[in-house]
T-cell receptor, first 113, second 113 residues
Framework: EAGVAQSPRYKIIEKRQSVAFWCNPI?????LYWYQQILGQGPKLLIQ????????DSQLPKDRFSAERLKGVDSTLKIQPAKLEDSAVYLC???????????FGPGTRLLVL | GQQLNQSPQSMFIQEGEDVSMNCTSS?????WLWYKQDPGEGPVLLIA?????ELTSNGRLTAQFGITRKDSFLNISASIPSDVGIYFC?????????????FGKGTLLTVNP
């Protein structure tokens, strides 16, 4: 069974530029999550989707971050414009509906200069 | 909030030694999860615990769900160099068909060959 796929793996941009990350969850997993992981910290949830609907986006900085999961499968997370403090690893995870265990992708490492 | 406190923050051990780490909270949880994150990768699920007092093994790893439901422990026996990484505890919060994970800050394990 294929795991969670993410791309790109690395991205370097200048502040005020925009960037987008892509995630393809494990096949059949209804729930998809985007996390931000700052160096030295555990992952912090940004947004949670159930199929193509948003369940929780309370921690998403909506002035600059947006995410969508239009067809209930893959998802994109966008930052526009990026700030220096957005430098982090962006992790995508998925789980089966109602499951407590989540499976993570390899992450996208973003550096904002 | 539902904060998870992991200790120790870091460990430096010799190959072959046993390792113990723990995770505590002031909140009660019904599930405890342990993940390992290798450098440059996403977290990988090691062990899931669903019942107070439960003791579960995965190879050289053993994890326990504390009877107070406020803590969990992870032990690694006979450590090897590939055990190097960051170990995170996590607990799902929420209910119904929607859970999100809260993470500890991680324990960084270094194994000296």
């Amino acid at each position: 069974e294929a795991g969670v796929a993410q791309s790109p793996r690395y991205k370097i941009i200048e502040k005020r530029q925009s960037v987008a990350f892509w995630c393809n969850p494990i096949s059949g997993h209804a729930t998809l999550y985007w996390y931000q992981q700052i160096l030295g910290q555990g992952p912090k949830l940004l947004i949670q989707f159930q199929n193509n609907g948003v369940v929780d986006d309370s921690q998403l900085p909506k002035d600059r971050f947006s995410a969508e999961r239009l067809k209930g499968v893959d998802s994109t997370l966008k930052i526009q414009p990026a700030k220096l403090e957005d430098s982090a690893v962006y992790l995508c995870a998925s789980s089966a509906a109602g499951a407590k265990t989540q499976y993570f992708g390899p992450g996208t490492r973003l550096l904002v200069l | 909030g539902q904060q998870l406190n992991q200790s120790p923050q870091s460990m430096f051990i010799q190959e072959g030694e046993d390792v113990s780490m723990n995770c505590t909270s002031s909140s009660i949880f019904n599930t405890w999860l342990w993940y390992k994150q290798d450098p440059g990768e996403g977290p990988v699920l090691l062990i899931a615990l669903y019942k107070a007092g439960e003791l579960t093994s995965n190879g050289r790893l053993t994890a326990q769900f504390g009877i107070t439901r406020k803590d969990s422990f992870l032990n690694i026996s006979a450590s090897i160099p590939s055990d190097v990484g960051i170990y995170f505890c996590a607990a799902p919060v929420g209910g119904g068909s929607n859970y999100k994970l809260t993470f500890g800050k991680g324990t960084l394990l270094t194994v000296n060959p």
